[in-house]
């Protein structure tokens, strides 16, 4: 009873800790948790994508804030401050944003703000301080998994205690799984992570010394061996796989093929941060990893370089790819940086990323300035080439390749979902009308398929259908590709028939038996379907003789009228469709 009593105390210590250390980052935490909630509840709320930013932007800013000010600041108005200018500028920002929709620029810029708050929440820590870069870094690894793992097991509790109320005691309102979610993925998830990270000022460190477990900077010996034993021996496999790739491979085509580029990525990211959990374990796999791996990080980089630069010269610049080559070239900083610089020193590339990003965000070097400048480069430079451009005018294209209609196509789509076209005079007789066709002469989804027809036809409905002379009329669905069945309770002159589908080799047929199974008629479907094929891509009302289809045989004779005939070719791939109505008369 005393062990768990204390545990309690020490857990509500520990959230009466947090709470008072970033107070204005729980205010806006407890704000998305309402928001959430708000949606959950009502389904709908006004301006929810605006006001999600901006209490994100200023949880991450009042976050940022807080440890700059326990690193360099003494005084309680310092961090008054800091507390008004984090809610401040999440207002700004919120007034900026409010009443627009959120375009591509302002979401990507708002994430790279974001991260570069979280590299200066991991980065201040260490500057001109006992503490090393890798240190604050492993202390916030450490503190995301364990709060996302206690979140996960108090999240499978919470739906367990849930679905045994709802099926044994009183029906639950489902969005309670959602409210539960809510709350511990918005609240209970960040305070707990926010406890776990170490108190670098003096003062803040007397007030966590009950509250907050010890060792939050160092690896536990679980963590090193699942970084020794499992991180390092996965990224060495990755990278024995990567360099065969690589040595296999290596041709010219090799270098555009769209794997290359998020794989050399996905294998930069991943030798940097197992380097910066690594950087302080002594065991041996340790030490080779940081002594081979930052040697290997640099020619990799460079593979990654080259490929996207080759993907420059056929797609342009893009501000997907300008982020790709910018973080090229900050890996490449990363290994060097980590050959031949101690590890304690290493929180170098914490800055060199921090201004990276900025630059990539800041007019006119940003990425959306400088692919916005490349891609309507691309687009005026083929229309002058055709001899599509008149001063500001546009003149529709007649014989165009089809690499040029692509880079039109590709440029002008970049331009338009950035929002773009606007800016330049000679694309005005586009933005006046919206008509791609009409603008440049050729189509904008144009596929370059050797085959594609497709064929819509279908009977005039003002037309009456005689029906004297004949036995019987039922709704029927014919196709080439699929089995109806015929239609049930065909019975005439007091004997019962059944109208079946039978196919021989590649043709179908529609088939009268009586009911000892003697052929009455037959009719071909394929030869219905072949009256149709050679019409050309039509979409066409036909008279009730076009739509009519005679099967004649000794016993009897089978009319069917279509009402609608669907034909669709795609790539040498068909597809046949109709439904209408067949009549039977028995001689």
């Known amino acids: 009873m005393g062990k768990n009593s204390g545990a309690g ?7 009466i800790y947090t709470i008072r250390r970033f107070p204005m980052t729980i205010v806006f935490l407890v704000s998305i948790m309402a928001l959430n909630a708000a949606v959950i509840t009502n389904d709908d709320v006004e301006h929810y994508s605006e006001l999600m930013l901006c209490f994100i932007l200023g949880a991450s800013l009042s976050a940022a804030l807080q440890i700059v ?10 961090r008054i401050l800091f507390m008004l200018f984090a809610a401040v500028s999440s207002l700004v920002y919120l007034v900026i944003v409010f009443d627009t929709d959120i375009s591509v620029k302002a979401s990507i810029r708002t994430i790279i703000i974001l991260f570069m708050l979280f590299i200066a929440f991991i980065w201040v820590p260490s500057i001109k301080s006992r503490v090393t870069f890798y240190e604050s870094f492993l202390a916030v690894f450490r503190a995301f998994f364990i709060a996302v793992f206690f979140a996960g097991v108090i999240f499978l509790g919470v739906y367990l205690i849930i679905t045994a109320i709802d099926q044994l005691i009183a029906d639950v309102d489902e969005r309670a799984y959602l409210h539960a979610a809510n709350i511990i993925a918005i609240l209970y998830a960040p305070i707990h992570f926010l406890s776990l990270i170490p108190a670098y000022d003096k003062e803040v460190q007397e007030d966590a010394e009950e509250a907050q477990p010890s060792g939050t900077r160092h690896a536990s010996r679980f963590l090193e061996g699942l970084i ?20 296999i491979n290596i041709t010219g085509a090799f270098w555009k093929q769209s794997l290359l580029e998020p794989l050399l990525v996905s294998y930069s990211i ?12 002594q065991n041996v796999f340790a030490k080779y990893f940081r002594r081979i791996f930052p040697k290997v990080l640099v020619p990799v980089v460079l593979f990654q370089t080259i490929s996207s630069i080759l993907k420059i010269n056929e797609l342009g610049i893009t501000y997907g790819r300008y982020y790709v080559i910018l973080f090229g070239l900050f890996a490449t900083a990363c290994g060097v940086i980590f050959c031949i610089i101690p590890a304690a020193k290493i929180g170098v590339i914490a ?3 921090l201004i990276m990003s900025a630059v990539s965000v800041i007019p006119p070097v940003d990425a959306f300035t400088v692919s916005r400048i490349n891609q309507a480069g691309r687009l005026k430079k083929a229309l002058e080439a055709n001899d599509m451009l008149e001063g500001n005018t546009i003149i529709p294209g007649k014989s165009l390749s089809s690499e040029d209609k692509q880079t039109i196509r590709s440029s002008l789509e970049y331009l338009r979902r950035l929002k773009d076209t606007g800016r330049y005079d000679w694309l005005a007789s586009y933005n006046e009308t919206d008509n791609f066709s009409k603008t440049f ?6 596929i370059n398929e050797p085959s594609a027809k497709y064929i819509s036809l ?6 009456m259908i005689p029906i004297s002379g004949l036995d019987y009329m039922g709704a029927i669905s014919l196709s080439l590709s699929a089995d109806y069945k015929g239609p049930e309770g065909l019975v005439i002159d007091n004997m019962n028939y059944s109208l079946e589908f039978e196919a021989d080799d590649e043709e179908r047929f529609m088939v009268l038996y009586d009911d000892e199974r003697n052929e009455i008629i037959r009719a071909s479907i394929n030869e219905f379907f072949k009256a149709y094929e050679d019409r050309g891509e039509d979409s066409d009302v036909l008279t009730l003789e076009e739509a009519s289809y005679t099967a004649v045989s000794n016993l009897a004779t089978m009319i069917f009228i279509a009402d609608q005939i669907n034909i669709n070719n795609w790539n040498g791939e068909s597809s046949y469709y109709a439904s ?4 039977i008369n028995l001689n």
């Open 351 to 353: 800055p060199i990323l």
């Open 270 to 281: 991943t030798v940097i941060v197992v380097y910066l959990l690594s950087a302080n374990l």
């Open 9 to 15: 105390s020490a857990s509500l210590k520990l959230i």
């Open 441 to 446: 002469g050729f189509n904008e989804y144009e």
């Open 458 to 463: 279908s009977r005039d409905p003002n037309r």
């Open 228 to 247: 020794s034993y499992v991180f390092i021996p996965v990224t060495s496999l990755f990278t024995v796989i990567l360099l065969l790739y690589i040595i």
């Open 580 to 583: 209408g109505y067949v009549f």
């Open 69 to 78: 000010w326990e690193r360099f600041f003494k005084s309680s108005m310092a």
